[in-house]
């Protein structure tokens, strides 16, 4: 079996609007900066490429009609998956595992700052007979969702108000954050009201940029790069596409992702094992859902953990040390890349200011958002295990 | 031999392709995929991943439309994803479907492909206005039909082809059609009745062009291992293949498609061939247009570029010709449901190769197919080889 | 296949059956507007089709100059150099004359649409763009073409800025 790694990162933004840029000016930045970072060519060194996105978030039907230029990838192999970065860093790995493949690039991208009707387009995702017709901005799914998983672990507002709290702050240390703040609790509660139980800072805001990373086999990894973040393991996973008959309160996607990537990478005791992560929090309270869904937590825990700081940057098991969405924005499909991002380069030891100390593993975690209940984990390390 | 894993076809299944389907997207999938586990005698408890294709959602009218299909293609609770690669979209489906198993990662695999044309209303066409570049391309008003229209005239004037020897292949392909028990314009046409059809943009006619449609397309993947318990026919994915080509396709010259032959290459490497028109005993090409269909042999290199038109009055690439090109009817006979369409391609290799292709089985006992899709700015090329 | 089933599912409908109003249907015109930022490259080439010019960007590594212009190269994939000035007159490298509009409807006088292979940039770099002034039936491949502007004062910074090319 061919181990994988990522040899290679680049990133461009995070930044509410870059009107000077387009998205293509964007991207080959990102990967321009993930090539020189792995040391390739990709016009020579590159057996595939994979850039993950939806038509509707660019504006263009076959959106990757108009990617492969500023990737490196013309008269390449590259192709689209239809799903967050997380899911594209899985399906990289697969090739890899393929024997197939030696280096494959991973690619995200937002321009949200070009959408001029975001909400309609979130609506556009619903089912067209059974929910689209009843209107009402799409956000409305997160706060059945907020009050389900409150009624049933008793989490409470005040808790998710926490998660705001610390990674706007969390972002103030973090270059390509677009929305690092020093928010107090107070500041989150008494924002406006906006889909009950949630508030606007429970939100997170739009955000433009784009990451690319590279991953090799092993034996390619270990030429390229002192340096490896080895993928441990890696799973991804959807509950139904009918909101009629979801699990509300749980993130059953994110369970049995997680199950997943933790048997294919041996991890028997999450907490024990696994020393940071990057879990989604496009809404507040959804860090506290996924860290329970990851058995990071208990049941109905996620909510004191973070009262009491355990999930701080200098906690016992910190929890989104870029910011997360809330801090970094959200940008969509590249969020799972921005918590790997954030994995590999504390895994690096590249983390500056944020940097954690002797992490030896980590978890990064995506939700595709509304109204999907579609997510990826992976689990990241420095030593092969 | 390849991969982790070497893979196996073990199922298929198809729905009608009609210009208008009563069924939903959803309601097409889960026909094609009960199909194709009836056929494998399996349930959807003998599944580990999904592999979904579906060109743009602006057809079927749902932003992240994969998302809304998870549970009508057996993905609830399953690992499932969707590839998208434009009009290539079908054949790639089964590639993604192949690195689920090869990886080692899955035994089992379905892999599914949906389209529902009819749901961009007044007509699909729509749809395809919103595939141009916003600053170059869309302010002139251009359409599907203008950009191929470039590129056939541009590959008959390179090659001084006549527009009488590329209808042969739609004269060829609605008649294949006339077998297809899903086929949407099966018929007995004359070279005339193509070029008396009207105008659409010269050199481009009616019935040049294949059609809008619905439908949907499903495959069951499984291990060498497992398969070998499913059945005594296995059909065996030897080799994948896909390219893009740049998006600046007015700074190509559109007369050959360098993005298929790179494809094609990367599929026969795998697979071992080395003399493909010898080695592959029958082919499934792309062809939305006529004109494809001989684009794309050459692209295949199952012909020297230009000589396409020959074979094709030769009567090689009839269904009991030496190279049997398109024995389903394609595109232009069965119907275009985009991505299923594409995967249809795959499913007819299949049967053919197990010998269940019944009035339309190729004589010769073939043992080697490719089938082949195409997408985006005339940019993409997406390759499988199947041998049994 | 074909002896193992003996029914393929799906439920054929007529087009007028729906037109009519005799099947039941879900209604939802998508509301997806855009505003894309142009970036660096094109924000120049459209300011300067304001000025009734073409701007081109050249890569000193493979010594292509490209239009449209864009800042890295994707063949030796590097950023590009500078920028020059292509012409407004090329060849026709292909063409075709559209009877159908985006939405399938049918119109009378033919658009003539091709790639124009602009004069100063490298070999097969062409535009796409209209012909006028001359009857369909009467282009040829290679034929000299020439940008017709629209007035200055009718320029918006758009492809549209330019007419049609028309026979030199």
Request: one cysteine or more.
């Amino acid at each position: 079996m061919e181990d994988v790694a990522i040899v290679g990162v680049g990133c461009t933004g995070f930044r509410p609007i870059t009107p000077e840029f387009s998205y293509k000016e964007i991207m080959f930045e990102a990967a321009t900066r993930a090539y020189a970072d792995a040391n390739v060519n990709p016009r020579k060194d590159i057996d595939a490429f994979i850039t993950c996105g939806e038509d509707y978030w660019d504006g263009h039907s076959i959106f990757d009609e108009f990617v492969p230029d500023q990737l490196g990838a013309v008269l390449k192999p590259l192709f689209t998956v239809s799903a967050d970065g997380l899911i594209g860093l899985a399906t990289a790995y697969m090739l890899i595992r393929t024997g197939q493949f030696n280096t494959v690039m991973v690619e995200a991208h937002s321009k949200a700052s070009d959408i001029l009707t975001f909400t309609d387009i979130v609506a556009f995702g619903l089912d067209p007979i059974f929910n689209r017709p009843l209107g009402g901005h799409p956000y409305y799914i997160a706060g059945l969702e907020m009050t389900r998983f409150l009624h049933e672990t008793g989490t409470t507002k005040e808790q998710c108000a926490h998660v705001v709290v610390k990674n706007r702050k969390n972002a103030l240390a973090n270059a390509c954050a677009a929305y690092g703040a020093d928010l107090t609790l107070e500041d989150v509660l008494q924002s406006e009201p906006m889909f009950y139980p949630l508030n606007r800072l429970d939100t997170s805001p739009l955000a433009d940029g784009c990451i690319v990373l590279v991953l090799a086999s092993n034996h390619v990894a270990k030429k390229l790069t002192d340096t490896p973040v080895w993928v441990r393991g890696v799973g991804w996973n959807s509950d139904t596409s009918w909101l009629e008959s979801r699990e509300w309160g749980r993130a059953i996607y994110a369970e049995l992702a997680a199950n997943m990537a933790y048997k294919m990478a041996g991890i028997k005791n999450p907490p024990k094992e696994i020393q940071f992560a990057e879990v989604d929090d496009l809404f507040s309270y959804k860090e506290l859902q996924h860290l329970e869904a990851l058995k990071l937590c208990g049941r109905g825990e996620a909510g004191k953990l973070t009262e009491e700081g355990i999930t701080q940057r200098d906690g016992q098991m910190p929890v989104n040390v870029s910011g997360g969405a809330l801090g970094m924005g959200y940008a969509p499909e590249v969020l799972g890349l921005q918590r790997v991002l954030e994995a590999a380069l504390q895994l690096r030891g590249q983390a500056g200011r944020r940097q954690l100390c002797d992490v030896e593993t980590g978890l990064a975690q995506s939700w595709r958002g509304i109204p999907t209940a579609t997510g990826a984990v992976a689990v990241l390390s420095r030593e092969v295990k | 031999m390849f991969g982790k894993k070497r893979v196996a076809i073990v199922g298929a299944g198809l729905t009608l392709f009609r210009r208008n389907l009563k069924e939903t997207g959803k309601e097409l999938c889960y026909e094609a995929t009960k199909m194709a586990l009836d056929s494998a005698g399996l349930t959807l408890k003998d599944i580990d991943s999904v592999a979904f294709g579906s060109a743009p959602d602006a057809f079927d009218g749902i932003h992240m439309k994969g998302e809304n299909m998870i549970d009508s293609a057996g993905g609830w609770r399953k690992p499932f994803s969707r590839v998208f690669v434009g009009g290539g979209t079908g054949v790639f489906t089964a590639n993604a479907g192949w690195w689920h198993v090869a990886s080692g990662l899955f035994d089992t695999c379905l892999v599914v492909a949906e389209e529902k044309m009819s749901s961009c209303y007044p007509h699909p066409a729509h749809a395809f206005t919103t595939i141009f570049d916003p600053i170059m391309s869309r302010p002139l008003g251009t359409t599907l039909i203008w950009i191929f229209a470039l590129e056939m005239h541009r590959y008959m004037h390179r090659h001084g082809i006549k527009k009488e020897q590329i209808a042969l292949v739609s004269v060829k392909n609605k008649k294949n059609a006339l077998d297809h028990p899903c086929a949407q314009l099966g018929a007995n046409i004359t070279v005339e009745d193509v070029l008396n059809s009207e105008i659409m943009c010269w050199p481009v006619q009616r019935l040049d062009i294949s059609p809008t449609s619905d439908g949907a397309a499903a495959l069951v993947l499984a291990s060498e291992d497992v398969a070998k318990k499913i059945t005594d026919n296995p059909v065996w994915i030897d080799g994948v293949g896909w390219c893009i080509d740049s998006t600046y396709w007015t700074n190509r010259d559109l007369y050959y498609p360098d993005y298929v032959e790179y494809a094609a290459r990367m599929a026969y490497r795998m697979a071992g061939i080395k003399n493909p028109p010898k080695e592959i005993d029958v082919a499934e090409p792309y062809d939305p247009f006529d004109y494809k269909e001989l684009h794309h042999m050459e692209g295949l290199l199952l012909c020297k570029k230009g000589e396409a038109p020959k074979l094709t009055e030769e009567g090689v690439t009839q269904r009991d010709g030496d190279l049997p090109i398109n024995p389903s009817g394609g595109l232009l006979g069965v119907g275009n449901p985009i991505a299923a369409a594409g995967l249809m391609k795959v499913c007819e290799i299949f049967w053919q190769l197990r010998g269940e292709a019944g009035k339309r089985q190729v004589p010769g006992d073939p043992r080697t197919g490719v089938a082949q899709a195409w997408g985006d700015l005339m940019q993409y090329g997406s390759v499988i080889v199947l041998r049994r | 296949m074909s002896a193992k089933i003996k029914k393929y599912a799906g439920h054929p409908l007529k087009s007028a059956e729906i037109r009519e109003g005799k099947v039941p249907t879900a209604r939802w015109r998508p509301k997806a507007k855009y505003m894309w930022s142009a970036g660096v490259a094109m924000s120049r080439f459209l300011n300067e089709l304001k000025n009734g010019r073409i701007i081109a960007t050249r890569c000193n590594k493979c010594g292509r100059i490209m239009v449209p212009p864009r800042v890295f190269c994707e063949q030796c994939f590097k950023p590009t150099d500078n920028w020059t000035y292509v012409k407004d007159t090329g060849t026709i490298n292909t063409y075709s004359a559209s009877f159908i509009a985006g939405d399938a409807s049918r119109i009378k006088e033919p658009i003539i649409v091709a790639i124009i292979d602009l004069d100063g940039a490298s070999p097969g770099m062409g535009i796409q763009h209209k012909i006028g002034e001359i009857n369909w039936k009467e282009v040829k491949f290679d034929m000299k073409v020439k940008a017709v502007w629209k007035p200055p004062e009718e320029r918006k910074g758009a492809i549209t800025d330019i007419k049609y090319f028309k026979p030199v």
